[in-house]
């Protein structure tokens, strides 16, 4: 199968998310936190080996200089800030809510998220139990309780401040889903607290809802916490929806019914409004060759091959990523499995995941400066 048939699609199960953020009776949290990823835990999927092969436009490859290959994440200095990233739906089990065990859904979906952040920040994930995809399309044998996620997901927060953070700078990471549930644990616990502010590096918060006034920056789903305008800028929020061109009328994310609000687009490529940049398209090697292995690396990755600018247009505001190598461009394309009501929403990390690894770097330096 030739790389130009191969379109790049991760497993729908993987990423399709909704936003849970309506609140219900108090939940019971367990007694203490399920990690999916904390350092110094064994078999850690946010410390997955992270060499990657270059998809040229040609469709040729190049691959990592020798050495580089198997380096040993326990080999590296300790990163000076920490991540607490929030998957996004994954589980498969026929209930409403999920449970806590570990499965392999959850572990994939961190590895394709959250592992290439392993250089700039120590990574915590709580487990929780989400809104199942059984729950979310109406097939699940108990009623979603959309309290349950919240509260774990809080409850680690706590447990994480309390013994791990020491006064260490935080990055946020969520998408979808996890975005939903980070959006409100900012807005109660990080925006309205001076302390913990201070601790913010900044919020990834992808695939998901953060809410400002029409044109502003500020003051909608946060009233503290601005978008990130700048590549010195931190305390600040990423927050956007991917497609591929302006999402339909009932588009499922990039709109919202709350009036004098829209959907906050900051592109990770070029901060600044109105400006457009080259995505740094990061993808595992497995989710790409559905069964036809194209590189023997975890990972492969194309520079270039999207554009990516933020765009409004009739009531949506939306992250657009326009392609740009044309008919002679053999590397993989993305697509809509989900249909385009969806659009891009199940790579929007991962198409400029180098992007954001590089801008929570910049952040980080930032923040400790």
Known sequence: MSLRRVTCLLAPA????????????????????????KPGQANDPCLAPLASSTIKPDGGLLL?????????????????????????TVSQQP?????????????GVARAQASRFQKKCRIFA???????????????TTPVDRELGYSDVKAAWNE?????????????????????VL?????????????????????????GGVLV????????????????????????VVAYNTFPSQPPADARFGRTVQPDREVLCVNPAALKRGRSGLAQTYVLTAQLSLGNPIAPTPWVHMDGEYTTRCQTGDGASWLNAAHNGGAADKR???????????????????IVLGNLVELAGRQSAAWRG
């Not at 990423?15 to 999916?36: D, I, K, N, R």
Request: aromatic share 10%.
């Open 95 to 107: 209930t409403g809510n999920s449970n806590l065990e570990v499965t392999s859904a959850e572990t």
């Open 14 to 37: 993987l990423v399709v998310g909704a936003l849970l953020l309506v609140s219900s009776a108090s939940a019971q949290s367990p007694a203490s936190t399920t990690w999916l990823c």
């Open 332 to 350: 993989p394309q993305f697509g809509e499995p989900l249909g385009p009501t969806w659009g891009f929403h199940i790579v929007d990390i991962n």
């Open 160 to 180: 994480y401040l309390s013994r791990y953070n020491k006064g260490r700078g935080v990055i946020f990471i969520g998408h979808s889903q996890g975005t939903g």
């Open 183 to 207: 959006t409100r644990l900012i807005s109660e616990e990080v925006d309205t607290s001076p302390k913990n502010r201070r601790r913010l590096v900044s919020a990834l918060l992808i695939g």
């Open 126 to 140: 709580p487990m929780y139990r989400q809104a199942t995809l059984a729950g979310i399309f109406n097939r699940a």
């Open 213 to 236: 006034p029409p044109g502003k920056d500020v003051g909608g789903s946060f009233k503290k916490i601005p978008a990130c305008r700048s590549n010195t800028q931190f305390g600040c």
């Open 64 to 88: 990592p200089t020798s050495g580089s290959w198997t380096t040993s994440s326990a080999a590296r200095k300790t990163p000076p800030v920490d991540c607490f990233y929030v998957y996004p």
